[in-house]
């Protein structure tokens, strides 16, 4: 096999996400509408798993964190204290020249409009505007009056959600610090300059946990979570030498964060965000207990008042999304045919396996083909696949990271075996077809990592 040396660059991952139905550009028979995005089959596939892998390692393999799902419009007066109304802005900057917006702190990663070597400022001809705040909110109107007394937010994040909730869950759910609320939902940012696909959209979805821990334990919890997540991506199999933690300057971090660490990705467009950790300290409960007026803080077993401190990792299924897609995605030549490969962890495949007859005009292969489909489907996402010619059907398998395929052929019909295939090594072995469905269980328990080079 010859490998491919080239890095993979994001319009590959756009084109493979179009080619095979993952992602479309939304709205798009009118136009499209800037950066917000459909998934087709495939992709909701993989944002499945990715958000189950998420809530298993999070809440069900877990006694210390239960899940929330909070309302995506929540009473105005939550972004006052949350801080999002004053603070939640950009700065952004017009250039009247070429009417492109740009954030005024990102500049150097911008490209001029009339000429795309320069930074916007660099070039006689750019005429930019001093800097203004831009709120990242989308503002709507609950009700039928549309006037400021009725003017509401999509959330912007799912975190507040979670600290408005905590009296009622710290007391129903029995649960006494440390312990986190899990959420899993949508957030909306008017950004600024969105763009790079997936990486930064106006529409995403979120999963954040807040873990409401003793003060004088934030620290310990706080490092504990940043090398938990991390383990969490070395074991969907995200290659180590793509992953780093960066951790944030005094200058770089959020209003209420008093420590902040980044696990960056080395997507296509440089070292960036994936996930975040934050020490948020005692500042979002201290917030909704002085603008809401319910008090909320913990009772210890002896009679002590406190307020938990807060420690939490967020991140958005799109990030993880475009992550593994990017460091999955291999070309080489086989033979001397080029295939497309996405050695996605099976975990994470849309598709676990491909039930493929060699011959389906052949009865007695369609007809075992079929049954096994049959039998399989009730367990897992599988696919029956009997149209071309057989490369062709691995080849589409490959692309879409189907990590297994079994072939009913002529043997099967002597001797009741199917072949599997392994998409990544490409080795195959025979299997009773009795036993197909305990093999791809166990298939699928299996440890798993990348075999890409790093
Ligand atoms: N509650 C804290 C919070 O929302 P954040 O760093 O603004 O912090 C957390 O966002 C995570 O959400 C990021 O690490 C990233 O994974 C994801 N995220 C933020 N903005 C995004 C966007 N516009 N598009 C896709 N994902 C985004």
Redesign the pocket.
Known sequence: MAEAAQPVTMDTIVSLCRRRGFVFPSSEIYGGLGSTYDYGHYGVLTKNNIRSLWFRAMVQERDDIVALDSAIILNPSVWEASGHVAGFTDPLVDCRTCKLRFRADQLEQANCGRKPSKRPGETPDCDLTEPRQFNLMFETHVGALRDESSAAYLR????QGIFINFKNVSQLARRKPPFGIAQVGK?F?N?IT?GNF?????E?E?M?MEFFVPPADATRWYEYWVEARLGWYRNLGLRESNLRVREHGEDER?HYSSATS?IEYRYPIGWQ????V?NRGEFDLTQHTQHSGTKLEWIDPDGNRYTPHVV?P???I??IFVALLCDAYHEEVVGDRERVVLRLHPKVAPVKAAILPLVPRDEGMATRARALYEDLRRHHVVEHDDSGQIGRRYRRQDEIGTPWAFTVDEQTLEDETVTVRDRDSLAQERLPIAGVRAWLDDALERDWSSPQSD
Do not use: I, Y
């Open positions: 912007p994040e799912t975190a957030s940012r950004e969105p997936l990486f930064r959209v106006r995403f979120q954040e959020s980044d965000e994936l996930e975040g934050a939490e967020a991140v958005s799109e990030r």
